[in-house]
C-alpha cells in the first residue's frame, strides 16, 4: 500500500473512534448535571435574558415576551414528538 493510502485510512479510522465518543460525552454531561442538581448545585438564574444570553443570541434583540414560552409549562409536554437519530449523517 501506498503512504497515501495508509495515512488516509488511518485518519478515517481515529475519526470514527472519536465520533464513538460523542454520545459517551453527552451522556456524562446529563449525568453530572444530574447529580449536581441533586446535590443543590443552582445554575444561572438569566440563561435566556440579557445580552449575552441565549435569546439575545438567536433573536438578536433583548425585547423578549416570555408569555407564550411559560403558558402552558408544566402542563403541555412534546416528549412523544421527540426522535433519535438512527444513522450518522457522515460516513
Known amino acids: 500500500m501506498?503512504?497515501?493510502?495508509?495515512?488516509?485510512?488511518s485518519s478515517i479510522s481515529r475519526r470514527r473512534l472519536d465520533?464513538?465518543?460523542h454520545p459517551g460525552w453527552a451522556a456524562q454531561s446529563?449525568?453530572?448535571?444530574?447529580?449536581?442538581?441533586r446535590a443543590g448545585f443552582l445554575g444561572p438564574r438569566t440563561?435566556?435574558?440579557?445580552?449575552?444570553?441565549?435569546?439575545?443570541?438567536f433573536a438578536n434583540t433583548s425585547q423578549v415576551d416570555f408569555a407564550p414560552?411559560?403558558?402552558d409549562f408544566g402542563e403541555r409536554w412534546v416528549?412523544?414528538?421527540?426522535?433519535?437519530k438512527?444513522?450518522?449523517a457522515g460516513p
Open 19 to 21: 465520533q464513538a465518543l
Open 69 to 71: 414560552l411559560i403558558a
Open 79 to 84: 416528549t412523544e414528538t421527540l426522535a433519535f
Open 2 to 9: 501506498s503512504a497515501r493510502w495508509q495515512a488516509a485510512s
Open 30 to 37: 446529563g449525568l453530572r448535571a444530574a447529580l449536581l442538581g
Open 86 to 88: 438512527l444513522y450518522p
Open 47 to 57: 440563561v435566556f435574558e440579557g445580552r449575552a444570553r441565549a435569546f439575545h443570541a
